[in-house]
Nanobody, 118 residues
């Protein structure tokens, strides 16, 4: 059974930091592209950042220079370090795993709420 469990969300003031974690089980973690997405109320889910099996990173323009994605294959975990948080970063953050050889094999976590107060 595949599980992606996010943690680390919460309430923080603007300018603060949070570190999200996504622990995976039931998959060969190193063979999956890992991504963080977010969905704000009334908006579509959007990509925040992704990291490939060899460590190549894609960042959304809105978070470039503030957020950093990383992965620890030994711990089956992907992280999102979020600095200089803004109220517009408020959203539910989701972790996604996509098998590198077949993008249709993908899994989502349940999400973690991040709220940034002004």
């Amino acid at each position: 059974q595949v599980q992606l469990v996010e943690s680390g969300g919460g309430l923080v003031q603007a300018g603060g930091s949070l570190r999200l974690s996504c622990a995976a089980s039931g998959i060969l973690f190193s063979a999956y592209v890992m991504g963080w997405y977010r969905q704000a109320p009334g908006k579509q889910r959007e990509l925040v950042a992704s990291i490939t099996t060899v460590g190549n990173i894609v960042d959304a323009a809105s978070v470039k220079g503030r957020f950093t994605i990383s992965r620890d294959n030994a711990a089956n975990t992907v992280y999102l370090q979020m600095n200089s948080l803004k109220p517009e970063d408020t959203a539910v953050y989701y972790c996604k795993a996509v098998y590198y050889m077949n993008s249709q094999r993908s899994y989502w976590g349940q999400g973690t709420q991040v709220t940034v107060s002004s």
